[in-house]
């Protein structure tokens, strides 16, 4: 074997390794575990503090008004289709 050929199959290898702990990572990110996980930090981040462990009031309180006004506007409805 000549070096030229070493080499070769030697980036052939690295490459083919590289590319396997690529797929490795795509398949860890696209995990259904994974994903639930990245949501529900997500979620929890817009409710808490991470660094503090606070809450964040001000969100809760937009999420809460929200959900209220919706409960009002329904029962408006039902009132009015009553």
Same mark, same amino acid.
């Given at each position: ?25 795509? %398949?860890? =990110? ?5 994903? &639930? $996980?990245?949501? @529900? ?12 462990? %606070?809450? =964040? ?5 937009? &999420? $809460?008004?929200? @959900? ?15």
């Amino acid at each position: 074997m000549t070096n030229e050929q070493t080499s070769l199959e030697r980036e052939i290898e690295e490459t083919r390794q590289r590319l396997a702990s690529t797929i490795d990572q795509l %398949a860890h =990110r696209a995990s259904p575990k994974t994903i &639930v $996980a990245r949501e @529900v930090s997500s979620v929890k981040a817009h409710f808490v503090d991470l660094e503090s462990g %606070a809450p =964040r009031t001000d969100n809760i309180i937009k &999420v $809460a008004g929200g @959900v209220i006004g919706a409960i009002v506007v329904l029962a408006i409805i039902r009132k009015i289709v009553n």
